[in-house]
């Protein structure tokens, strides 16, 4: 594209090449470069968001952070849904006639000048009292008072200075998470804090000055037992619960043997203490759990910001608008909806339901359902399935099936979204409770038999004793060090998992299936560029996107869809519009004639590339646009890479074979292509590779392959943005970094080994301990001081290396 | 001797009292979002009177 000279001087106002605000490049053409004092912008958006700042002295934004602005559109009739009471009932957290809160999800939120402007939007508007951010869940919480301001006036502020709030109704799971974690954390205090003071009561103890005490001495026992208290039957119950519920289905999961070990512990402690035939080992209970909750924190940090199990209502829009019996329009949540409704749709916005067109024609990108890229053109009458997206003019619909019914419902509606995981009894950590909880239990019982003949007064006690020195701490910390280290080097290069465990799952893949438009390619399919004598001014632009939404060839459409901006309207009227199949388009739109299409459809002589769309306005050749299908870079390295390392790959398509020659080539013939394949297909391909024994990773990215991500033993979603909608999936990577995978997976593995290591370390400290204890010798400072040894070196151990191989394999 | 008492009733009071206002912070919400925070002490209060100025 062309672009002006970087600096000039245009009536004494002195131009840079960028927005003040949003500091994308200015417009092509000079005559759309809007001025505000002295400042350029890009479109009356971003210099309405300027405009609002510097009236309310507010212009420091622009200098707490670096570059903080963001393109603002300027269509602020999609918060019309916030009109509705029903709508605004479920978003409010409290409403009374003069306060009101409401907590909106701000994806744009990014640096601290977004966190500095939404906490003083009081200054902006005397409606707003308070507002606070939450910045790592890109949340900001806002009380108003809704007699000054309405809801839907408060969102189309934040729309208007750049942040756009989304708005669904998936909230409650986050403040689960919330309370989860907050009580985790409650534990690991009370634990910490009858570690430290049990540790500090045994001191006497552990010095062997505990004969010094004298009459004292049974009151340390007893406080250590009142400390112990807590620790057992408040933070101790998060193991009890899970080895009960692991028992009742039957199997013995690392918790079984970690829970035998904390009940001995506590009640042969307290049995020597009250007995006063010793000190008991509380110190090693509190210490137990306090690392075994740290493990367990440590592993259950997750990425807030990010949703893994959105259902696809989070897709469609929450209201539309409807026409009613006297033409005016109002606004419904989309539940509501009843058969024979007429709806309207506007350019852009997605159908919520099963509906039939009601105007002449309407054109329906259904790339995200299907993963077809070519939008189809339908006429009136017939019948169209949720979820496509309208491009072009906005058309009227008539409602035939409601929400719970259509098309895409149904489909998310088939088992495999309703199955619970089997996974859990497959891993590691739980085949190798197993074996260790029964090894454990045998061992116990026969050196207690052992000791009985020898003596039998010790038979209990190197009985308990066993069990307390085998109690797999460290064990069960391996899993959470390793992969949540894992987990976090993942993370900081866009490749963010559900949770760490599933690190293990990545493993063990052999077969990876690719989506392709949108996972292969980027999400608009194809890299248009035009090329011309001058640049194009915003109204053409307009106009030439309104000629090509007429027709649904594939170039027209890449066309069309990269001069749309988010707030073009198409409302222009074309005149004498003509299509002369496989040569061109022509039409007059704003008495000017536009025609587009080959060289000899245009009359000109100028060498251009193929597969390229020559432009002329008024019969003068202006430019052409040049079209290529794009696919993601790296990709041919990408297939190469994995095939070397012996995975079975293959595509499966939602879209036509157009492209086949071309992603053979691109995958070296490596890959096996399939075309054509509707959800229910690819969710089919994928359970019968499963069948076969193979363990898949599926990659996909639309509505269409919810259905086999889910199905496949690892389902990946790629999105270019982590804000925008993805199904549910084990884990989400950034587009551009979709070409590390090779490496992804080779880093996996590594970790797959460092557990192994891991678990043979915590081992062989356990054989350690107990052959101590099975020789009687187990003393509580021996206890108290093995077991946070055992912890500490596992979780150096894990987390260095973790980070080591991560550098070594992701600096390259 | 029965300093030690007095002394370890102290140490206990006092590590309680912690636990407590811990456990209210926790209760508070105050680490559930620890990234705010660290921002939102590096702005400057003045801003308002400077941005008149400028």
Redesign the interface.
């Known amino acids: 594209m062309q672009q002006n000279s970087n600096q000039e001087v245009l009536e004494g106002i002195s131009i840079s090449k960028k927005c003040r605000h949003c500091n994308d490049a200015l417009p092509d053409h000079q005559d759309d470069i809007i001025f505000f004092e002295n400042e350029t912008f890009c479109c009356t958006g971003c210099k309405t968001a300027f405009e609002i700042l510097s009236a309310n002295?507010?212009?420091?934004y622009y200098k707490?952070d670096i570059e903080p602005g963001l393109k603002v559109s300027e269509d602020n009739e999609i918060y019309d849904f916030l009109e509705n009471e029903e709508i605004q009932s479920s978003l409010l957290k409290y409403s009374s006639e003069d306060f009101n809160k409401v907590v909106f999800q701000v994806p744009a939120i990014h640096c601290?000048s977004c966190?500095?402007l939404l906490?003083n939007l009081y200054r902006l508007h005397d409606g707003v009292i308070r507002s606070v951010?939450?910045?790592?869940?890109k949340k900001v919480t806002i009380d108003y008072n809704p007699e000054l301001l309405s809801l839907k006036e408060l969102a189309v502020l934040l729309k208007k200075i750049g942040y756009s709030p989304h708005i669904s109704l998936e909230d409650e799971q986050a403040e689960q998470i919330?309370n989860e974690?907050?009580s985790l954390?409650?534990r690991i205090?009370?634990a910490g804090?009858a570690f430290?003071?049990i540790m500090?009561?045994s001191f006497p103890e552990y010095l062997g000055l505990d004969d010094d005490?004298?009459e004292?001495a049974p009151?340390f026992g007893l406080?250590n037992f009142l400390l112990a208290i807590p620790v057992f039957f408040y933070c101790s119950t998060v193991y009890f619960k899970s080895a009960w519920s692991g028992l009742k289905q039957k199997y013995l999961n690392i918790d079984v043997p970690v829970s035998i070990g904390i009940i001995t512990l506590f009640f042969y402690s307290s049995y020597e203490v009250f007995s006063g035939t010793g000190p008991g080992y509380f110190d090693s209970l509190a210490g137990l759990l306090f690392f075994l909750l740290t493990g367990r924190w440590f592993q259950n940090r997750t990425y807030r910001n990010l949703s893994f199990d959105r259902s696809f209502t989070s897709y469609f829009p929450l209201a539309v608008h409807r026409i009613k019996d006297d033409l005016t329009r109002e606004v419904i949540p989309v539940r509501n909806l009843t058969i024979g409704d007429v709806i309207q749709i506007r350019n852009t916005e997605v159908i919520p339901v099963d509906c039939i067109v009601k105007d002449d024609s309407a054109l329906i990108d259904y790339s995200f359902v299907t993963g077809e890229s070519r939008p189809v053109k339908k006429g009136k009458g017939e019948l169209i399935f949720a979820g496509g997206k309208l491009i072009g003019k906005s058309a009227s619909f008539e409602v035939k099936k409601v929400l719970s019914q259509s098309y895409l419902t149904s489909l998310w509606n088939n088992e495999i979204f309703n199955k619970s995981d089997e996974f859990v009894a497959d891993k590691i950590l739980n085949r190798v409770a197993k074996y260790f909880t029964w090894v454990i239990l045998f061992l116990a019982f026969s050196f207690a038999i052992g000791w009985y003949f020898i003596d039998p007064g010790k038979t209990v006690s190197v009985f308990t004793a066993i069990l307390i020195v085998a109690c797999p701490c460290a064990l069960s910390l391996t899993i959470p060090y390793t992969f949540g280290s894992a987990q976090s080097v993942l993370g900081n290069i866009g490749f963010y998992l559900r949770n760490s465990d599933l690190i293990e799952k990545l493993l063990k893949i052999d077969h990876i299936i690719f989506d392709k438009t949108g996972t292969l390619t980027t999400k608009d399919n194809s890299k248009v560029n035009f090329i011309g004598y001058k640049p194009l001014l915003r109204s053409q632009k307009a106009n030439i996107a309104t000629l090509c939404s007429q027709s649904v060839h594939p170039l027209s459409v890449a066309i069309s869809e990269y001069l749309l901006e988010s707030n073009t309207k198409l409302d222009a009227i074309i005149d004498d519009f003509t299509e002369v199949s496989g040569k061109g388009i022509s039409g007059k739109v704003d008495n000017e004639i536009y025609k587009l299409g080959s060289k000899e459809f245009i009359n000109t002589e100028v060498a251009i590339p193929s597969s390229s769309v020559c432009l002329s306005i008024n019969n003068e050749f202006i430019g052409y646009f040049e079209i290529k299908p794009e696919y993601r870079e790296g990709i041919d390295d990408l297939f190469d890479q994995l095939s070397q390392m012996k995975y079975d790959l293959s595509v499966l398509s939602g879209d036509n074979d157009n492209e086949k020659s071309n992603l053979a080539d691109l995958s070296g013939n490596k890959a096996e292509l399939h075309f054509n394949k509707k959800p229910d297909q690819k969710l089919e391909n994928v359970i019968d590779l499963k069948k076969g024994g193979e363990k898949v990773l599926m990659v996909g990215d639309g509505l269409n392959d919810a259905g086999a991500l889910k199905a496949a033993n690892f389902g990946l979603a790629v999105t270019d943005q982590t804000t925008s909608f993805t199904p549910a999936s084990d884990a989400i990577v950034i587009g551009n970094n979709l070409s590390k995978l090779p490496q992804i997976l080779k880093f996996a593995k590594n970790s797959g080994k460092v557990l192994w290591v891991g678990i043979t370390i915590s081992l062989l400290y356990n054989l350690v301990g107990l052959s101590f204890a099975a020789a009687g010798m187990l003393t509580p400072v021996f206890a108290a001081i093995l077991m946070p040894l055992s912890s500490i070196t596992i979780v150096a151990f894990s987390t260095l290396v973790i980070k080591f191989i991560g550098k070594k394999i992701f600096s390259k | 001797m029965k300093i030690i008492i007095i002394l370890i009733a102290t140490s206990l009071v006092v590590a309680l009292t912690f636990l407590v206002l811990f456990i209210r912070a926790v209760k508070a919400g105050q680490f559930d979002d620890t990234d705010a925070p660290a921002r939102r002490m590096l702005f400057d209060n003045k801003s308002e009177n400077q941005s008149d100025s400028t």
């Open positions: 002295g507010l212009q420091d707490i601290s966190l500095w906490e951010v939450d910045f790592g869940k919330d974690s907050r954390m409650i205090g009370v804090f430290g003071n500090l009561m005490l004298g004292f009151y406080v």
